[in-house]
């Protein structure tokens, strides 16, 4: 595989957290510390539009597959479902007080899951945009949640390192353990294994039914942010704060690229804090706390 970057798109006056695919497939949307969520155009590497205002920080944003909805995750514990196609707000769900930090959506059943720093997994209807059953998971904050529909699973880590994973069916505890010595902060199902990055560094590779772990390695300097399977092909994408961005192949966990400031000038210069493949495994979207968003191309 080829990795090379296509553009460097400024405009974000502030630290980037999130970014998500778009509805139309030349499209993509960034959010983080600025007052509006973000629609960029990867055809005229440009600034599309502002989507919407935001009345605090956005912390996760998820397209619900098969619609135009964006789902906006807020740091005041707001969820916020807008059109895009329509650019038009449909629904506004206060789940919490505190802040919500990652969101996954379960087409099969019609559901978004919410969780954050409350340590609460919120289980959203998406034909009536209200949460219909919440269950406390972790006594301290929830960071990353993935889903995984031919396993049945949910897994979601906590800051204190620990790994939950849950029966899709009935969200009913499958297995909880401590993978990290510090939070765990991403997290992915690839091959039938999940993947947990955490703030110890480490990317631990574990049986998701016991959560037993198979092996581990330290992919990043720093914390793990982000775990992207492509939609296609048998490789990962990681970032970091170490201000890197790593590919690597899901059979044998080998580094395939690593875009760095140290291997190449034109790299985040500060914490990768988040990524996105598109919906074609071509371009795979990065965000920073330097305020910048980065495409990068991808040739198989």
Known sequence: MDITLRSTLPG??????????????????????????????????????????VSSSVYALRLIQGTPILAIALREGKLLFVNVQEQKLVASTQLSTKAIFALAHMPWKNELLAAGEEGTLYVIDLSIYKSIYEKRISPTTIRAIAVDEALGQIALGDKDGKVYTLDCTDFQPIADVQ??????????????????????????????????SNFSFVPHLFT??????????PIFATVSRDKSLKFWSADDFALLKNMSREKMQDGHHLSVNAGVWSEDGKYFFSVSDDKLVKVWECHL
């Open 179 to 212: 993978l990290h010595s510090m939070p765990a902060t991403s997290l992915a199902f690839v091959n039938n294994k999940l993947l947990s990055g955490g703030r110890d560094a480490q990317l631990v590779i574990s049986d998701p039914n016991q959560l037993t």
């Open 224 to 233: 793990v942010y982000g775990i992207y399977p492509h939609p296609k092909a």
């Open 12 to 53: 974000h006056q502030n630290p980037i957290f999130c970014v998500e695919k778009g509805y139309d497939a030349n499209t993509f949307f960034t959010g983080g510390n600025d007052k509006g969520v973000v629609e960029w155009d990867v055809e005229s590497n440009a600034f599309k539009r502002i989507l919407c205002a």
